[in-house]
């Protein structure tokens, strides 16, 4: 199942709510891991023989704010036991499994509690009484790190592909940077801007090629200028996530 984005003002009635985790997507077909692109994933054998023999969907994990380094440790042609003891595999369902969500969730914990390997965890899913809840417990994972929330039916049977059963729930931020220059554009942007290259105040250089009406793209904001952005979280790195051109900078705007 893949998700779709959650409107801000969602009711999560109704709905399982977890953390969205930073990591990378694995799918456990009771033999081998897999990455959600169909390539095999080179996980140490004593990893992969603590698993149980049912499929299972989840996450490696490292940490919040470690994505580069668990990827970097994950894709390795050769596994790093040590980089591999260190991580965890947190799953949160079971693919093609019979019955809602809410029984899937309950049959998921018994059989990582029944594996007794450390390395393998259930999320946490929650009932969330309403709106207000929902908005604190965002409020709680993003102050300490987080990505968002995942929202998931709890009467949703499994279902393959995008699904309004599942939705990610996160906060768009804003932040301003210089534009350094412009990346001509491929394609159907062949002959007009592809994306801003800018820096932030911190220094930060990125691009910036998403946003853009074909008008702004046909006559860009100049190097130079302050231009505003809307992104949703920053790599290790300082870089921003999902960034979007917005507006450039008004002056007098509030």
């Known amino acids: 199942m893949l998700a779709r984005v959650a409107p801000d003002d969602i009711d999560p009635v109704g709905h399982l709510v977890s953390e969205k985790l930073d990591g990378v997507r694995a799918l456990w077909d009771g033999r081998r891991l897999w ?4 390539l095999p994933i080179l996980a140490p054998h004593w990893f992969v023989e603590r698993l ?15 994505f580069e380094q668990l990827a970097a440790a994950v ?17 949160f369902d079971l693919p093609s499994a ?9 049959r998921l914990r018994e059989i990582v509690r029944l594996q007794r390997f450390d390395a393998l965890h259930a999320v ?6 309403d709106r207000a809840a929902l908005r604190r417990r965002l409020d709680e994972v993003l102050a300490a790190g987080g990505e968002g929330l995942m929202l998931h039916r709890a009467d949703a049977p499994w279902r393959a592909g995008r699904s309004d059963a599942l939705l990610k729930l996160k906060r768009l931020f804003d932040a ?15 002959g007009r801007l592809g994306a801003l290259q800018v820096r932030t105040p ?3 250089e990125f691009l910036l090629g998403t ?13 130079g200028s302050v231009v505003t952005y809307v992104f949703r979280g920053r790599t290790a790195g300082g870089v921003p996530r999902f960034a979007s051109f917005l507006r450039v900078r008004d002056p007098d705007r509030g």
Not at 124 to 129: P, R, T
């Open 202 to 204: 911190e220094g930060v």
């Open 75 to 91: 894709r390795r042609a050769a596994a790093v036991d040590a980089e591999w003891r260190a991580l965890r595999y947190e799953v």
């Open 176 to 190: 301003e940077a210089v534009v350094v220059a412009h990346v001509p554009g491929r394609g159907r942007h062949a």
């Open 124 to 129: 946490e899913q929650s009932a969330l009484a």
């Open 98 to 106: 019979a019955g809602p969500f809410a029984a899937r969730a309950a």
């Open 211 to 223: 946003g853009f009406s074909d008008a702004e793209r046909a006559a860009p904001p100049p190097p």
């Open 35 to 38: 990455f959600r692109s169909g």
């Open 52 to 66: 149980p023999p049912v499929p299972l969907d989840g996450e490696l994990w490292l940490g919040r704010g470690r």
